[in-house]
C-alpha cells in the first residue's frame, strides 16, 4: 500500500471519528408542556436545558455534546406512552420527566420496551418504585412514604389526638399518599378521620369544591389535601373562600415553588407539606454547590427553581456521569453503573438504592411564610420555612417493608 494511500485512509478515519464525535446525543424530555401539571413541566424542561447547556459548554458526555428533544404528555397516559415511542424513534439515548404517577408509570413502562432508562422527575406514588418498579425505571424524587414519614413525625408531635379530614386526587399518587400519611399521624380510623375523593385527571371545579364543602363540614382540626398542581390550587382558593385556614391546619402532603406562587402567599400562609428539596435548602444548610445552582437558575430564568427543576437538572448530570463510569451509553450498563451508587450534588448525600432504584435522600417538612416574609426575596418567593428534617435512611421503606409490598401485588421479589 502507497504512503498516499495509507495516509488518505488514516485521514478518512479521523474524519469519521470527528464527525461521530460531534454527534449529539438526545435525551428525550416526556414532560406536562399543558395540562394540570403545566407549571411543574416548565420547571422540569428549564432544570434540564440549564444542566444540558453547561455539560455541553464543559465538553458534553464521551467528547459528544448533548440535545434534549421533548414531547408534551399533557399529564395523559396514553399520549405519554406514544411519546416514548416518538422519542425512542428519534434516537433519545434514555428518557426522563413526570407529571402524574400513573402517568409516570405508564411512559417507564414504554421506555422499557425500547430498552431505554426512565428517571422520574415527578411522582411520588409508592408504586412507582414499588409494586410497578422495574429494572428501567428510576425515581430521582422521594415518594410517598417519605413525605408523610417526616410530615407524621412533625404532626404526631404538634396535633396529637386531634381529628383529621382528607381530600385526595383519585390515582395512584393520591391513594398512597392518604394510606402512607394515615400511617405516620395514626388516623387510620376511616370513620373518625373521614375523606373524600376528587376525579383526576379533570376533576371540575364544582367537584374540587364539593370536596372542600365535605371538609368544612367536618369538624377536624387538621385538613390534608392530596392534591396536586391546578387542583391543590383551586383547592387552597376555595378553601380560602370558606374560611377553613380560620378553623383547621392545613397539610398539602407535597408542596412546590409553582404550586405556591400560583396560589399566591397570602392563601397559602401557614399551611404545612413536604418537599425533597426547596430552594432555600443549601443556605440552610451551607450546601454550596446547591447554591450555586440556585444563583445560576436564578439570574437565567428570573425564577426560582423549583423541586421539579432540580430534579431534572440532577437527572442530567446523574446520567451523564453514569455513562461515563460505565465507558458506554448501552441502558444495561449504565443501569449497573447507576445502582447502589452514592454522589453529593445540589444538598447532602444521596443514593440510588440498588433493590428498588429509589433515590434515598435527606427530606424536609416545610410551612409556608407570611406574605410579608416571602416579600423580603428579590424574587418574592421566600415562602419555605424549613420546621423538621429527616434522614433518608430514616425516612425510605425498608427493603423488608418492599419485599412484602411485592409479594401482596404478586409481583417478582427482584426488578426485572
Known amino acids: 500500500m502507497g504512503l498516499k494511500k495509507s495516509l488518505g485512509i488514516v485521514a478518512a478515519c479521523l474524519l469519521a471519528s470527528a464527525a461521530h464525535a460531534a ?6 424530555l416526556n414532560y406536562p408542556h399543558t395540562g394540570e401539571y403545566s407549571e411543574e413541566g416548565l420547571m422540569q424542561k428549564r432544570g434540564a436545558l440549564m444542566a444540558i447547556d453547561e455539560l455541553n459548554a464543559a465538553g458534553g458526555v464521551r467528547g459528544r455534546p448533548l440535545e434534549l428533544i421533548e414531547r408534551d404528555s399533557a399529564s395523559q397516559a396514553e399520549r405519554s406512552r406514544r411519546n416514548g415511542d416518538e422519542l425512542a424513534a428519534e434516537g433519545a439515548a434514555m428518557l426522563f420527566g413526570g407529571s402524574s404517577s400513573g402517568v409516570a408509570i405508564a411512559a417507564s413502562k414504554q421506555a422499557r420496551k425500547h430498552d431505554l432508562l426512565y428517571f422520574g422527575t415527578l411522582t411520588y406514588s409508592n408504586d412507582t418504585t414499588g409494586k410497578d418498579g422495574h429494572l428501567g425505571m428510576f425515581r430521582e424524587c422521594y415518594n410517598a412514604w417519605m413525605a408523610a414519614r417526616v410530615l407524621g413525625d412533625y404532626l404526631k408531635r404538634e396535633y396529637q389526638d386531634k381529628k383529621y379530614f382528607y381530600v385526595t386526587a383519585d390515582y395512584t399518587w393520591g391513594h398512597t399518599t392518604e394510606a402512607s400519611m394515615r400511617e405516620f399521624t395514626d388516623t387510620k380510623d376511616g370513620e373518625r378521620h373521614g375523606s373524600v375523593l376528587v376525579p383526576f385527571p379533570g376533576g371540575r371545579y364544582h367537584e374540587i369544591e364539593e370536596a372542600m364543602q ?32 380560620e378553623r383547621m391546619q392545613i397539610v398539602v402532603p407535597n408542596l412546590t415553588l409553582s404550586m405556591v406562587e400560583q396560589t399566591g402567599p397570602f392563601i397559602m400562609a401557614g399551611v404545612i407539606g413536604a418537599a425533597p428539596w426547596t430552594w432555600n435548602v443549601p443556605y440552610e444548610y451551607g450546601f454550596e454547590r446547591g447554591q450555586q445552582f440556585v444563583e445560576e437558575f436564578s439570574q437565567r430564568y428570573r425564577t426560582r427553581p423549583s423541586t421539579s427543576a432540580a430534579s431534572a437538572y440532577s437527572i442530567v448530570y446523574q446520567w451523564k456521569e453514569a455513562v461515563e ?43 409556608i411564610k407570611a406574605r410579608d416574609q416571602v416579600m423580603k426575596d428579590e424574587y418574592r418567593q421566600n415562602f419555605f420555612e424549613i420546621i423538621s428534617r429527616m434522614s433518608g435512611e430514616d425516612a425510605a421503606i425498608t427493603r423488608s417493608q418492599w419485599l412484602a409490598e411485592r409479594r401482596r401485588a404478586g409481583m417478582p421479589e427482584q426488578l426485572e
Open 325 to 367: 463510569r460505565a465507558g458506554s451509553f448501552a441502558s444495561g450498563n449504565v443501569r449497573r453503573a447507576l445502582e447502589g451508587h452514592s454522589y453529593t450534588l445540589l444538598k447532602d448525600q444521596q443514593q440510588w438504592r440498588a433493590f428498588d432504584h429509589q433515590n434515598v435522600q435527606s427530606v424536609y417538612a416545610v410551612r
Open 23 to 28: 454527534t449529539p446525543v438526545k435525551l428525550g
Open 214 to 245: 365535605a371538609a368544612a363540614d367536618s369538624d377536624a382540626d387538621v385538613l390534608v389535601m392530596v392534591l396536586f398542581g391546578e387542583q391543590m390550587v383551586r383547592g387552597m382558593t376555595i378553601a380560602q373562600q370558606k374560611k377553613l385556614p
